[in-house]
């Protein structure tokens, strides 16, 4: 399957021919689009969530209030992860990227990671974290040399109100995600890595899931959406 013509994703234009190397599974996982008429929404379980040292565990709880990061450890968590594309207040094409996390020792408390994602002026997919839009981070994707994908988070701004600054590293990570689709199950395959350079590991998961790619409607479900939109990129 190979993404062409109008019907191209932000994640297809970003990455260029790089896109038609992912697996076509992948490629249509992120080939969600307006123009390509579908959604996408997976459902699965985390085999593993992980935190790291004690004194990250303050950062996670800032971020659980704005559902930056998932604070909690756990194994085999269930979890859906809903990608559906749409038109934000600011006229751009924009794609959802919420993962509810459904911890079987908290029950009616999951956790809730939210970014929507959006075609920069620069070429690159940004990614707007957390319900309100206050991070937003530059992403750079490619295609491994097996078809699966390679995300890695860049240059991270803060924006709040007036106030507009580049993050400082220090205080943040660096995500480095790949997704990959096992044929003899049928599942996407995912692990992510959250990394500051120098405190090391901070938080993580690996889990599998199947998706479904229901028809774009008139709008998302309003649970998938932000708060607020930040027109800065």
Request: aromatic share 12%; glycine share 10%; with cysteine.
């Amino acid at each position: 399957m190979t993404s062409t013509g109008t019907a191209r994703s932000m994640f297809a234009t970003a990455m260029g021919g790089d896109f038609d190397r992912l697996h076509p599974m992948l490629q249509r996982r992120f080939g969600v689009s307006l123009a390509g008429g579908y959604a996408c929404v997976g459902r699965g379980v985390m085999t593993r969530i992980r935190r790291g040292p004690w004194w990250t565990v303050p950062f996670m709880h800032i971020g659980r209030i704005r559902n930056i990061l998932a604070p909690y450890p756990g194994d085999e968590v269930p979890f859906t992860v809903e990608n559906y594309p749409y038109v934000d207040p600011f006229g751009r094409e924009t794609v959802t990227f919420v993962r509810t996390f459904a911890y079987p020792d908290r029950p009616g408390k999951p956790g809730r990671f939210d970014a929507t994602m959006i075609l920069g002026q620069n070429g690159r997919v940004v990614d707007y974290l957390g319900t309100h839009q206050h991070l937003a981070v530059d992403l750079e994707l490619t295609a491994e040399p097996d078809g699966s994908l390679r995300l890695r988070s860049d240059a991270q701004r803060f924006y709040a109100g007036p106030l507009a600054f580049r993050f400082p590293m220090l205080f943040s990570g660096r995500a480095d995600l790949h997704e990959s689709f096992d044929d003899d199950t049928g599942e996407f395959v995912i692990r992510l890595e959250v990394r500051n350079r120098a405190f090391g590991f901070l938080f993580g998961y690996e889990g599998r899931f199947t998706c479904q790619f229901p028809p774009v409607g008139d709008a998302p479900p309003a649970h998938v959406l932000p708060v607020r939109h930040e027109r800065r990129e």
